[in-house]
């Protein structure tokens, strides 16, 4: 073994519920669903978030498999719109409480231990189009109901909490690109919901310390996708470019979940350009005295930025383009399928960046994997699929993260995106990234050479 980990490494998956349990039984819809609803015909031949996985039915084959297959930690998310049944007054569904249950409970009996995300992009479209989503602040304590309730249902056996699954994605795909329902391009409601999300967070750790579960030495924290941003060359105005990057994308999560503060120079920019959100000082202590616990970071790719090359139109609207403009590195290594850069050592820059600049915090890397289109024609003779390609990815990049924990990294484990093949908001099930490949007709699953790989690596807790 030449890449030997610390005592008691996570290795494990993350997954969510929207994209694995399929919507039996559920009561509500959320952002997915309905989007799934009313575009079905044209959205990914139908294959949609109604059966995914079809975790709701097969949790129990699907966790023995995972515990099969050497996982010792899982991360899905409970969903708020099976558990609630009113949001108004967080009454819940006992069907969906019996359900998450049982799936604690089956974890724990395979010696997997479970991290419950609070929300993974699945918001009950009935609240966005009530209330705006997230850019209403009843809407935030709705779900500070909500996740209140996890704690004291769950809070006995579940000792990890996530506050939120990449909330900056929630800011980009809602409110800027145009890849979340209701695809809004409006920057300045951008602004307002990053901070939204903030205080959001904020609330739901303050809501846990006063939780049993916090008291018996529960933890919580937040999963961010940090994109580390290079700028394309030492020119001031390239690492200008790159630093509003690093400002806006990643550190308008990072400051303030783990210093509790948001970034001065990102501040100044938006007071400067008339988008800066309305806070109040009630609500930025609670920002600044509900840091988390722990750090989930998801890394798939890196950001590269190069100077604005056009001015900015003023009579447009605010968009944080207004300071940047991607780069494309010359040669740079791409998984073609999802179109991300590879940059392994970005691994290495995060664990050091959060080593220097963020109180040393303990975290863990909470995804990483390879989206690959058509990895049936890799089954061989035997039936296995022999993902090699995902293998080499992953020791890549554990490779790097090796490194930086040698280097003093509080890294306390890796989870891959994914288990077992599940749905994608992004291309349904085109790309797969599981461990276990799941067949969508006759939903049988088998494990891939990577499953093979992992049960290894967590035996020996290392490569
Ligand atoms: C992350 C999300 C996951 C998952 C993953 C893979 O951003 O947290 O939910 O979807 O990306 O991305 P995709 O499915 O878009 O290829």
Known sequence: IKYKFPKNFWWGAATSGPQTEGRFNKKHANVFDHWF?????????????????????SYKEDIKMMADIGLN???TSIQWTRLIKDFETAEVDTEAVAFYNQVIDEFLKNKIIPVMNLQHFDLPV???????????????????????????????????????NEPMVIVEGQYLYK??????????????????LNLASAKVVAAFKQSKCAKQG???????????????????????????????FNKSFLDPVVKGEFTPSLVQTLRK?????????????????????????????????????????????????KYFDDYELPNRRMNPYRGWEIYPQAMYDIAINIRDNYNNIHWYISENGMGVEGEEKYRNADGLIEDV????????????????????????????WTAIDCWSWSNAYKNRYGYIAVDLITQIKTIKKSGYWIKNVAKENGF
């Open 37 to 57: 609803d009313i575009e079905k015909n044209a959205f990914f031949n139908g294959v949609g978030p109604n059966v995914a996985s079809n975790f709701y039915n």
């Open 73 to 75: 930690s899982i991360r």
């Open 126 to 164: 009935e609240l966005y189009d009530k209330y705006g989503g997230w850019e209403s602040k009843h809407v935030l304590d709705l779900f500070v109901l909500f996740a209140e309730k996890c704690f004291a249902l769950f809070g006995d056996r579940v000792k990890h909490w996530i506050t939120f």
């Open 179 to 196: 890849f979340h329902y209701p695809n809004i391009v409006d920057g300045k409601k951008a602004v307002q919901v990053l901070y939204n």
């Open 218 to 248: 529960g933890e919580i924290g937040v999963v961010l996708n940090l994109t580390p941003s290079y700028p394309r060359s030492q020119a001031e105005d390239d690492i200008k470019a790159a630093a509003f990057v690093e400002d806006f």
């Open 273 to 321: 350009d008339g988008v800066l959100w309305e806070s109040t000082a009630e609500e930025l202590a609670i920002i600044k005295n509900n840091t988390v616990d722990f750090l989930g970071v998801n890394y798939y790719q890196p950001r590269r930025a190069k100077s604005k090359g056009a001015v900015w139109d003023k009579t447009k609207s605010w968009m944080p383009d």
């Open 389 to 416: 390609y995902r293998i080499d990815f992953y020791e890549e990049h554990l490779r790097y993260l090796y490194k930086a924990i040698q280097d003093g990294a509080n890294c306390f484990g890796f989870h891959a």
